[in-house]
T-cell receptor, first 110, second 117 residues
Framework: GQNIDQPTEMTATEGAIVQINCTYQ??????LFWYQQHAGEAPTFLSY????GLEEKGRFSSFLSRSKGYSYLLLKELQMKDSASYLC???????????FGKGTTLSVSS | DTAVSQTPKYLVTQMGNDKSIKCEQN?????MYWYKQDSKKFLKIMFS???????INETVPNRFSPKSPDKAHLNLHINSLELGDSAVYFC????????????????FGAGSRLTVL
């Protein structure tokens, strides 16, 4: 089966950099996803990593190490609007659906 | 136009009742899903349909019955509602459901908040 661990909560200040870690155990790895979910809203896609290394997209970057079963989401130049839950996800064993971690709630203060 | 739309957005009902949530996507995606997000914000897969065919049926009580009349619609019917069914139910869709086909990006609906009293 799959097991995904990420911290429950993190806090940071505007303008700072924050790194949200995710460790996973899965049989048949086929990619790792990060989603953002604002309170009361739907999750939205942020990033996808299938090869080792860093993928950069503006203020957000995502890193993957398959050998370590580890990923992180890096958020730079934090803004108040980045306050949200960040969900790490991998495919299920059959590769037919995403299995989500319990999410990290990030609070950004001024 | 909303890509994945669910109705109703809010649903308050009594224990023992039967209710349905409807979902429609206009993205031309092949696969649709139902996820349940509980009070602790844990998002858990319930069902997946690919082109009207059931692909995934996780350990969900058989009081929950999905129905897909066509690949653009996936409805969820719940019988004999229980307090523990209170949650936000998210419908989602994606283009691929096969492994090794690359990023299977999910597009979620806005969610349907079900409260069972």
């Amino acid at each position: 089966g799959q097991n995904i661990d990420q911290p429950t909560e993190m806090t940071a200040t505007e303008g700072a950099i924050v790194q949200i870690n995710c460790t996973y155990q899965t049989s048949g790895f086929n990619g790792l996803f990060w989603y953002q979910q604002h309170a009361g809203e739907a999750p939205t896609f942020l990033s996808y990593n299938v090869l080792d290394g860093l993928e950069e997209k503006g203020r957000f970057s995502s890193f993957l190490s398959r050998s370590k079963g580890y990923s992180y989401l890096l958020l730079k130049e934090l803004q108040m609007k980045d306050s949200a839950s960040y969900l790490c996800a991998v495919y299920n064993q059959a590769g037919t659906a995403l299995i989500f971690g319990k999410g990290t709630t990030l609070s950004v203060s001024s | 136009d909303t890509a994945v739309s669910q109705t109703p957005k809010y649903l308050v009902t009594q224990m023992g009742n039967d209710k349905s949530i409807k979902c429609e996507q206009n993205l031309g995606h092949d696969t649709m899903y139902w996820y349940k997000q509980d009070s602790k914000k844990f998002l858990k897969i319930m069902f997946s349909y690919n082109n009207k065919e059931l692909i995934i049926n996780e350990t969900v009580p058989n009081r929950f019955s999905p129905k897909s009349p066509d690949k653009a619609h996936l409805n969820l019917h719940i019988n004999s509602l229980e307090l523990g069914d209170s949650a936000v139910y998210f419908c989602a869709s994606s283009q691929e459901s096969e492994r090794d086909s690359g990023a299977n990006v999910l597009t979620f609906g806005a969610g349907s908040r079900l409260t069972v009293l």
